[in-house]
């Protein structure tokens, strides 16, 4: 956007924000407006504050010196008073929108953009963000903001499955559902991650957790006395994991839970099969093994 599209932008949401507070030409905002007009928005600034202190506490005052801050790149302290002006006049929304989503798009591609477009849509939700969810996600995601997250994550991911970025998003949307308690939800993000992108890197990271996520499962099983899932749950690890020290853990979880079971015959199989396919790197897994074998032993079982 040229300048001169911009100033005429400008004169447009301070003639809105005068319509809406009420005022005809004269006095704080009339100024105020003058400097906006020309983007200066430290005056903006300067003026509007003058007339807050003054006690002329009304929200287009705020809004005026929450636009003049963003338009001074001080983001966090313009989005509250842009907060404050919209709480106390609803009205004041859609402008607040337009400025936000202009200055977003003076800087693409940025953090700052991605932050100013989340706060534009917060005030006019039928924006459409395009492509940009993905960027305004991630925004959400630093900030923990992770149902936000979840919900950008997902969109994005659903209309451009195709996009490179796509890969990260669904490693984060898995985090985001970790975060949010959503177990389930959170493994069927992983699953596709690793399905979509088998050699990728965030695939490589989420396999792994999907193993550790498995194991965590079955132990919790375990610790809730529902043996018959545990002893699912760790042979399918056993089977399905590539690495060898959570195998090894796993194995000696399926021997407990058989144990636990009352299939001492079972159990022993499992710890045996720990012994034997110890390559020197099992440590303390082999002589935990070891040390049930022999208390299976006493009991009779060889």
């Known amino acids: 956007m040229t300048r001169r599209a911009r100033v005429a932008r400008g004169v447009v949401v ?20 003058k400097a906006f007009e020309k983007e ?23 809004l005026y010196n929450g636009l003049g801050l963003v338009g001074m790149g001080r983001d966090h302290e313009g989005f509250d008073e842009i907060a404050t002006a919209v709480a106390g006049d609803d009205h004041l929304a859609q402008r607040a929108a337009d400025f936000l989503w202009e200055q977003a798009r003076s800087q693409p591609g940025s953090d700052v953009s991605a932050r100013r477009m989340r706060e534009a849509v917060r005030y006019a939700p039928d924006l459409d963000l395009g492509r940009n969810r993905f960027a305004v996600a991630d925004v959400c995601f630093a900030e923990r903001s992770y149902a936000d997250a979840a919900r950008l994550y997902q969109q994005a991911v659903a209309q451009y499955p195709d996009t490179a970025a796509c890969e990260e998003a669904y490693a984060r949307l898995a985090e985001c559902w970790m975060e949010l308690q959503e177990p389930d939800k ?11 992108y088998p050699k990728g890197r965030a695939a490589g990271r989420a396999a792994a957790r999907l193993d550790d996520f498995s194991f965590d499962q079955a132990q919790a099983a375990f610790d809730a006395a529902e043996y018959p899932r545990a002893v699912d749950l760790s042979l399918a690890l056993v089977e399905s994991t590539a690495n060898r020290s959570l195998q090894q853990k796993a194995r000696y979880l399926l021997g407990q839970s058989y144990e636990a079971a009352g299939d001492t ?32 032993q006493e009991a009779g079982l060889h």
């Open 14 to 33: 301070a003639a809105a924000l005068l319509a809406l507070a009420g005022c005809g030409r004269g006095g704080s905002l009339h100024d105020i407006q």
């Open 40 to 62: 200066d928005y430290q005056e903006v600034v300067a003026l509007s504050r003058h007339a807050l202190r003054r006690g002329e506490d009304r929200p287009a005052l705020h």
């Open 186 to 196: 959170a493994r069927a993000t992983m699953e596709t991650l690793v399905e979509k």
């Open 265 to 296: 015959a079972r159990a022993y199989s499992a710890y045996r099969e720990i012994i034997s396919s110890d390559r020197g790197d099992s440590g303390r897994i082999v002589e935990r093994a070891r040390a049930r074998i022999a208390v299976l």
